[in-house]
Nanobody, 119 residues
Framework: EVQLVESGGGLVQAGGSLRLSCAYS????????IAWFRQAPGKERERVSC????????YYADSVKGRFTISRDNAKNTVYLQMNSLKSEDTAVYLC????????????WGQGTQVTVSS
């Protein structure tokens, strides 16, 4: 039914940029809020950003605020995460997740895409 597929990960040097995409399908009523999480070895899963179904409400973790930008194109069923000024600390598997509202955007999950920032 509901599916989310991340893409755009890869290897990038510190200070560089990368844009992740989360393509979703199977929403039967309306668009869901979409959140980006990241998971690195030895660290707790962190919610990086979230955007409401309409795009009217946006959240960023303090660790990425000012560097990352979340956006969505509902016509293309895609949410983006533009990552600039990347640091080695940003290295992680990035996953997108969906829910009715941002605080509950953990019902459906993608498989993740690896982002590696070299120094």
């Amino acid at each position: 039914e509901v599916q989310l597929v991340e893409s755009g990960g890869g290897l990038v040097q510190a200070g560089g940029s990368l844009r992740l995409s989360c393509a979703y399908s199977g929403f039967t009523f309306d668009n869901y809020a979409i959140a980006w999480f990241r998971q690195a070895p030895g660290k707790e899963r962190e919610r990086v950003s979230c955007i409401s179904s309409s795009g009217g409400s946006i959240y960023y973790a303090d660790s990425v605020k000012g560097r990352f930008t979340i956006s969505r194109d509902n016509a293309k069923n895609t949410v983006y995460l533009q990552m600039n000024s990347l640091k080695s600390e940003d290295t992680a598997v990035y996953l997108c997740a969906a829910g009715y509202i941002c605080p509950r955007a953990t019902r459906y999950w993608g498989q993740g895409t690896q982002v590696t920032v070299s120094s």
